[in-house]
């Protein structure tokens, strides 16, 4: 079972580039989310989806661009690469859609720095 | 902000020793949970404990919650080097349509020495 596997684990990118991190589950889960850790720091969720078609956004939203098409993808895109997008990223999943958050299982994360 | 606050910000004990962290949280939660992470690693679900619950363990993991102080905390008996980690309480909060998403804590670095 592979769980949550995010891709690519490491970027680096030019300021103004974008770029998407690729973020897939094959446990059926409804809920799917994005975390950003910066260093010594907790982590801040971007954006998050109960289910296929449905986003919201979270704590620090701008910059990023997300969709749900599927059940099993949650595709995490940058717009405008600025150096304060230089962070580790987190893809994270768990079962329950809207009743509640229950478990989340996590992804190795992408670290991407921004020239 | 939901975010739960964590304390310490940091804990060195010795192995063999009880390691304590707290978390505060300033509304009202449906659960609360914890989780590990070790260095450059993705985190790693400890225990949830659920808002009409006091205590709940799993193995040499004990955690408590008063949601009338708005607080939790997770004991860590026995310690061993292999402890030696972040670890992050997390909260429910209400989204868009009644949704809930998860919102993190700063964390506590805990380092067990041999």
């Known amino acids: 079972n592979a769980g949550v596997t995010q891709t690519p684990k490491f970027q680096v990118l030019k300021t103004g580039q974008s770029m998407t991190l690729q973020c897939a589950q094959d446990m059926n889960h409804e809920y799917m989310s994005w975390y950003r850790q910066d260093p010594g720091m907790g982590l801040r969720l971007i954006h998050y989806s109960v289910g296929a078609g449905i986003t919201d956004q979270g ?19 940058l717009l405008s690469a600025a150096p304060s997008q230089t962070s580790v990223y987190f893809c994270a ?11 989340l299982f996590f992804g190795e994360g992408s670290r991407l720095t921004v020239l | 902000s939901q975010q739960g606050e964590e304390d310490p910000q940091a804990l060195s004990i ?19 949970q914890w989780y590990r992470q070790n260095s450059g690693r993705g985190l790693v679900h400890l225990i949830l404990i659920r808002s009409n619950e006091r205590e709940k363990h799993s193995g040499r ?46 964390g506590t670095r805990l380092l067990v020495r041999p």
Do not use: H, W
Request: hydrophobic content about 25%.
């Open chain 1, 59 to 77: 704590e620090v939203p701008n910059g990023y661009n997300v969709s749900r098409s599927t059940t099993e993808d949650f595709p995490l895109r």
């Open chain 1, 93 to 103: 999943s768990s079962l329950p859609g809207t009743s509640n958050t229950g478990e």
């Open chain 2, 14 to 32: 010795q192995e063999g020793e009880n390691a304590t962290m707290n978390c505060s949280y300033k509304t009202s939660i449906n659960n609360l």
């Open chain 2, 61 to 106: 993991l004990r955690v408590t919650l008063d949601t009338s102080k708005k607080s939790s905390s997770l004991l860590i008996t026995a310690s061993r080097a292999a402890d030696t980690a972040s670890y992050f309480c997390a909260t429910d909060a209400i989204g868009k349509d009644s949704s809930y998403k998860l919102i993190f804590g700063s």
